[in-house]
Nanobody, 122 residues
Framework: QVRLVESGGQLVQAGGSLRLSCEVS????????MGWFRQAPGKDRDFVAV????????DYADSVKGRFTISGDNAKNTVHLQMNSLKPEDTAVYYC???????????????WGQGTQVTVSS
């Protein structure tokens, strides 16, 4: 069983930076595509970024491209999401996900973390 635990969410001012982390246990995370989704109050869960190890690629939502970077730390079995130039519209619960293929669709992911709250004040 794969377990994902997110950390790093907090309140930050617009223009600031945060780094979210997702610790993976149960299996080496390089076996999966690892990604991040987010959900703002009253809205759908949206794709943010994905790191596909087997494909050697990353993908980002247009809304975060150029501001967010997804990366992996093999030694610590951890995936990070570096978020810069944060905007109030980035406020959401951020979920770490793992699946068999890198995708922008939430149904493609088998494993989900509990989420970490990111709040960006204006």
């Amino acid at each position: 069983q794969v377990r994902l635990v997110e950390s790093g969410g907090q309140l930050v001012q617009a223009g600031g930076s945060l780094r979210l982390s997702c610790e993976v246990s149960g299996r080496a995370f390089t076996k999966y595509a690892m990604g991040w989704f987010r959900q703002a109050p009253g809205k759908d869960r949206d794709f943010v970024a994905v790191l596909g190890w087997s494909e050697g690629r990353t993908d980002y939502a247009d809304s975060v491209k150029g501001r967010f970077t997804i990366s992996g730390d093999n030694a610590k079995n951890t995936v990070h999401l570096q978020m810069n130039s944060l905007k109030p519209e980035d406020t959401a619960v951020y979920y770490c996900v793992a699946g068999g293929t890198s995708s922008r669709y939430s149904y493609e992911y088998d494993y989900w973390g509990q989420g970490t709250q990111v709040t960006v004040s204006s």
